[in-house]
């Protein structure tokens, strides 16, 4: 049996409404795996269990929430526990402590007219102040305490990413494809770019039967007057928007790039595009949903003059 497997391991705990959900969806999306509520008596099992069919590797970290809804809570075997596990097993185990003013959560429970998880039939503030008094020693333990009280969601996982983006996580999944407008935009496309402006190789009958992959075809399409300065702005504004998009945690950007019948101009800007940004270190995967398809002359309309 290995006990190796998870490298970090991180509880989230604090007072209900502090945001725990928020920091456990964002350590999910940064790829962390993630389990909330969890029975205590379940954790070993967890540990011991082999990662899931298409899981890269063994070493993700994992994002266990604990609070007083766990079954069998009991903050001083909560702590018991982890030092069991941190010394026992050598985990890499830290304990995020998630507070907020007693004002604060209130109005949040008013405000959603949700009922406070340890006040079903009285009011919010008594459950509230039972569960800080539940919560204590946790939060005395805990070596990363995040108030936020002055804290909307958004800012609190901006937090959470800042922080615990490791290497090769938070990374988005970049897709850079080429399509055929005549077969319509892809509805999944973040960022779309027009490039029926460049001249078109189906009207050079040498160069129909061919794709953007094509070497002739290629130079052909690169060789449009407006071709290098156009497509250079094109991908420098991609360097500048992709970190951006990391920043605020978005899982998956897709850029599409389509000309008339997705086969010509978008296929050789799309495998151009994508070595540019695979050379400014993103791993983009290439698609090129209309390749296949047949040339037809009423698809591409009247050439232009040359």
Not at 125 to 145: D, M, S, T, V, Y
Request: hydrophobic share 35%; net charge neutral; aromatic share 6%.
């Amino acid at each position: 049996m290995t006990h190796e497997r998870a490298k970090q391991i991180l509880l989230v705990t604090g007072m209900s409404g502090a945001g725990k959900s928020t920091v456990l969806r964002t350590l999910e999306d940064l790829g962390w795996e993630v389990a909330d509520n969890l029975p205590l008596l379940l954790l070993n099992r967890l540990l011991d269990t082999d990662p899931p069919e298409g899981a890269d590797g063994d070493d993700r970290p994992l994002g266990l929430g604990i609070g007083t809804r766990t079954r069998g809570f009991d903050a001083e075997s909560v702590v018991r526990r982890i030092k069991k596990l941190r010394d026992e097993r050598g985990y890499d185990l830290g304990t995020l402590y998630l507070d907020c003013s007693g004002v604060e959560l209130e109005r949040r429970y008013n405000e959603t007219r949700r009922r406070h998880p340890l006040a079903q039939d009285r009011p919010a503030g008594q459950g509230i102040a039972r569960e800080r008094e539940l919560l204590e020693p946790l939060r005395r333990w805990a070596n990363r305490l995040i108030d936020t009280t002055n804290l909307s969601g958004n800012e609190l996982a901006q937090q959470i990413r800042s922080t615990f983006s490791g290497e090769g996580h938070g990374e988005p999944t970049l897709s850079v494809m080429s399509f055929g407008f005549a077969r319509g935009v892809p509805a999944n496309a973040d960022l779309v770019f027009d490039m029926r402006f460049l001249r078109n190789p189906h009207w050079v009958e040498s160069l129909r039967p061919g794709t953007g992959r094509d070497k002739d075809v290629a130079d052909y399409v690169a060789g449009d007057p407006t071709y290098a300065e156009s497509i250079s702005r094109i991908e420098d504004l991609l360097l500048l928007l992709l970190p951006r998009y990391r920043a605020e945690g978005k899982s998956y950007v897709t850029i599409a790039f389509g000309c008339t019948g997705g086969r010509h101009r978008s296929v050789h800007v799309t495998e151009r595009v994508a070595a540019r940004l695979h050379d400014a270190g993103f791993s983009p995967t290439v698609a090129h949903r209309d390749l296949q398809t047949a040339p037809q002359d009423s698809l591409e309309g009247p050439p232009a003059a040359r």
